[in-house]
């Protein structure tokens, strides 16, 4: 039986909590994730995730050597979610920061079996957070996907009012580095 049917709910941590637990060693070996208040597993990382992780923060850093830092991997506090973006691309020196930056001027998210929650949720969150650009590569479908223009619905839930789609022979320029171009073809494995 679902939550939904039983009428629980799931228990929301706080970020305090959240990492009080990872201190007493409750994620040990594990690979997690706050999203919405909810602890979510990650899924492994396989070799082509890896690749395509280690080839876009490469790229990234040509991009914006001397005017951000490429973090991989680590969380972006947001409201209510501490997400882990595969790679983000954050100004300034790692130096400037006391702790877990909370902005970035793009985030990239690796798909190979997260696309949906990839596209749907984190683009979601992102969006809430005023991430001006966010990608995903696509590994399955070997392409990338840019999503620009946040914005909050009517509704109050944010999204993104552009996405576009860049197969592997088409390039990309970043909104912060607009003279810059990436090949799409140059980050997939």
């Not at 201190?23 to 909810?38: A, P, S, Y």
Request: some cysteine; charged content about 25%; hydrophobic content about 40%.
């Amino acid at each position: 039986m679902t939550a939904a049917r039983t009428g629980n709910r799931p228990f929301r941590f706080s970020r305090e909590q959240y990492y009080r637990l990872g201190e007493l060693g409750f994620f040990d070996g594990k690979r997690v994730e706050r999203i919405h208040g909810e602890i979510v597993e990650m899924s492994p990382i396989g070799w082509p995730h890896v690749v395509g992780t280690t080839k876009t923060a490469d790229a990234l850093n040509a991009i914006f050597a001397g005017r951000a830092w490429i973090n991989q991997g680590n969380p972006i506090p947001t409201d209510d979610s501490d997400p882990q973006p595969d790679v983000m691309v954050v100004p300034g020196r790692i130096e400037d920061y006391a702790d877990h930056p909370t902005h970035a001027l793009l985030i990239v998210e690796v798909a190979d079996t997260t696309l949906a929650r990839d596209t749907m949720v984190k683009a979601c969150l992102y969006a809430g957070a005023g991430i001006a650009e966010y990608w995903v590569l696509d590994l399955n479908h070997r392409e990338l996907l840019v999503f620009r223009d946040p914005a909050t619905r009517p509704d109050g839930a944010a999204e993104y009012r552009t996405r576009l789609a860049f197969d592997a022979s088409q390039s990309v320029s970043p909104l912060a580095a607009p003279t810059a171009s990436v090949r799409v073809a140059d980050l997939l494995p």
